[in-house]
């Protein structure tokens, strides 16, 4: 079925390790993006991407890393985690010209 | 950069009544226009969206319209039930500029009392 999958779902992890959010989709869209999302509150983006081997840095700060070298996969990797790094991180992807974005199910993250 | 400025933050309307919620935004660059809603617990979805060479869209009991003069755009949702509680944001995106990136308003909490 086409989609948008993340995972894991939630990760609970100590600080400083190091951790990559998985992002994959079936839809064939060339454009992949990454929220951070507090449960409820506004969608920040943090990094986007126009096609394979395409990254940008969205409009919100992050101290994360992403890739794209395969069209349907979008990893988002922390290097050394914090505690201001609790969040949710939603992944989503368009395609072309359209404007519509999928989302995935997110990834609720907490550093302890 | 685009800046989205979304009222109420929170919006507690009677079954059977109408809520609007409104957007301003500030790049007139923009020129695409979705509603997403979120229910607890779920991912984003699009609801409906409007793109600036139209002033009025409408599906069933949701529409939303825009003044691109004023650089406004709201949603309209007629004869609430409670199953339209949720999360609601608006966007603003440059079709066929920077990915197609949409900045997001900071969201409106909808509560529909039965």
């Known amino acids: 079925e086409a989609d948008i999958y993340q995972t894991p779902r939630y990760l609970v992890i100590g600080t400083g390790k190091k951790i990559t959010l998985e992002c994959s989709q079936t839809m064939g869209h060339d454009k992949m993006y990454w929220y951070q999302q507090d449960p409820g509150m506004e969608l920040h983006l943090i990094h986007y991407?126009?096609?394979?081997?395409?990254?940008e840095k969205g409009d919100l700060s992050s101290e994360s890393t992403v890739s794209r070298i395969r069209t349907e996969h979008f990893p988002l990797t922390l290097e050394s985690a914090r505690p201001s790094h609790t969040s949710q991180y939603l992944c989503a992807s368009s395609l072309g010209g359209l404007g519509e974005q999928y989302f995935g199910p997110g990834t609720r993250l907490t550093v302890t | 950069g685009e800046n989205v400025e979304q009222h109420p933050s929170t919006l507690s309307v009677q079954e059977g009544d109408s809520a609007v919620i409104k957007c301003t935004y500030s790049d007139s660059a923009s020129n695409y226009f979705p509603w997403y809603k979120q229910e607890l617990g779920k991912r984003p979805q699009l609801i409906i969206d409007?793109?600036?060479?139209?002033g009025e869209k409408k599906d069933q009991r949701i529409a939303v319209t825009l003044n691109k003069t004023a650089k406004h755009f709201s949603l309209h949702i007629t004869e609430t039930q409670p199953e339209d509680s949720a999360v609601y944001f608006c966007a603003a995106s440059i079709l066929g500029a920077a990915g197609n990136k949409l900045t997001f308003g900071g969201g409106t909490r909808v509560l529909v009392k039965p």
């Open positions: 991407s126009y096609g394979v081997n395409s990254t």
């Open positions: 409007i793109r600036s060479n139209v």
